[in-house]
């Protein structure tokens, strides 16, 4: 009786462990859901961030080919518009989630969008604007190109840290799960294994 009595007290133990081990598995893989979620997430962020920069790059070079084809039309009709545009998509780039460069340069690419509008106003009436307009233009070319690079810089940095991340809670489970084994198998030994009749074939 004091045998069955150690052996449930033994197992009862083992349970606990077990049942601890099981939960904080469960949160693990909760936690690596989350991770991977998030992972896509700013993948995602990333891409959109990239998308954005390659329309305002396009609209850009869209003034810059009006300024050298010497298109009034485009400056009198159409600039306005794609004045516009350009506003729209700085909001939905500020509405993503940048880093403390990105926003440095967005700033400035913003502040030079600004100071480019009266100078593309008086572009044909005054012969120094055309000069100025094609300088700023070149402005904001280099500010689009350094926020491109920044977005594959910290995609690479993003992904490298949730795959650390990744790679660990991996590990972990695989210990977890390497001690339920262990457990479990210590709870049969326990009730499998007589000492009493081991010792009374040994005699």
């Known amino acids: 009786m004091a045998s069955i009595s150690k052996k449930l007290k033994w197992t009862a133990a083992l349970l606990i462990v077990f049942l601890l ?4 598995n469960l949160v693990d893989r909760q936690h690596f859901r989350r991770v991977k979620e998030s992972v896509v ?3 995602e962020d990333r891409l959109v961030v990239k998308d954005l920069i390659f329309e305002l790059k396009l609209l850009v070079e869209q003034k810059k080919l009006a300024l ?3 298109n009034e039309a485009f400056f009198a009709d159409q600039n306005e518009q794609v004045n516009d545009t350009i506003d729209a998509l700085v909001e939905r780039f500020y509405a993503t989630q940048l880093t403390a460069e990105e926003r440095d340069y967005l700033n400035a690419f913003v502040e030079k969008t600004e100071t480019l509008r009266p100078i593309e106003e008086r572009v044909y009436t005054d012969p120094q604007a055309e000069e100025q307009l094609a300088k700023s233009l070149h402005a904001l070319e ?5 926020l491109s690079k920044i977005q594959l810089s910290e995609g690479k940095v993003q992904l490298m840290k949730a795959s650390k991340s990744v790679n660990a ?3 972990l489970t695989n210990l977890e799960l390497i001690a339920l084994i262990v457990i479990a198998v ?3 030994f326990i009730w499998v294994y007589n ?5 009374s074939t040994s005699s």
């Open 142 to 146: 280099s500010d689009l190109y350094v």
């Open 169 to 171: 809670m991996d590990y």
């Open 21 to 24: 081990i099981i939960a904080t």
């Open 68 to 70: 050298l084809t010497e």
């Open 41 to 43: 997430a700013m993948y």
């Open 186 to 188: 210590f709870v049969i």
């Open 195 to 199: 000492p009493k009749s081991s010792l």
